[in-house]
């Protein structure tokens, strides 16, 4: 079977969730971001928004209001995590890229997936943690969600799909699980 580079950052990344608390450089950051620029997209619209967040205050309050409002939900799974006060959504990582999207664009969710997984694979790739949260898209539901996207710069008619936690990475790495292998087949 062949092997390079890209296929052993797909086989080798794993959700990070304990990340240092030190801030990644400028440049692995834009290295980050062009992947995600780079991700395929529905007639080439290319119709997503990348904000990037450093600012711890506003990473905790994200976190609070996410949790706050996903304990009014009715999912026991998600009111259980946001009931427990160590539960930081993202981890502690010190970046967090919201991932953004036109909401009227062909097929959006589709095309600012690919962007995050892009992302992730580029994170792995230069020696970063990652992690894919949806769990912050909570905090914008609700009549104050249009009020912190204007905050954070979202431009009209987007909304977050998902976000890219990143850091450097505190943890050994860790082995895959099994794959289910039984999911393919051929028709030729």
């Known amino acids: 079977m062949p092997v390079n580079e890209t296929l052993n950052s797909i086989k080798n990344r794993r959700s990070t969730r304990n990340f240092k608390s030190e801030q990644i450089k400028a440049e692995e950051l834009q290295a980050v971001l062009e992947a995600g620029i780079y991700a395929p997209s529905a007639g080439n619209q290319q ?75 580029a994170a792995e790739s230069i020696g970063l943690g990652s992690c894919w949260v949806d769990f912050v898209i909570i905090a914008f539901t609700g009549s104050e969600g249009e009020e912190y996207l204007e905050n954070l710069g979202i431009p009209d008619g987007y909304k977050p799909y998902a976000s890219v936690a990143l850091g450097y990475k505190n943890t050994e790495a860790i082995e895959p699980p099994p794959r289910n292998r039984n999911v393919i087949n051929y028709i030729r």
């Open 47 to 121: 119709a997503w928004h990348f904000t990037v967040i450093q600012n711890k205050e506003l990473l905790t309050w994200l976190n609070r209001e996410a949790k706050k409002k996903a304990k009014q939900l009715k999912i026991e799974h998600l009111q259980t995590m946001a009931s427990n006060e160590s539960f930081n959504i993202f981890y502690g990582a010190p970046t967090v890229i919201l991932v953004s999207g036109e909401e009227n664009a062909v097929v959006i969710e589709s095309d600012c997936a690919a962007a995050t997984q892009n992302m992730l694979l």
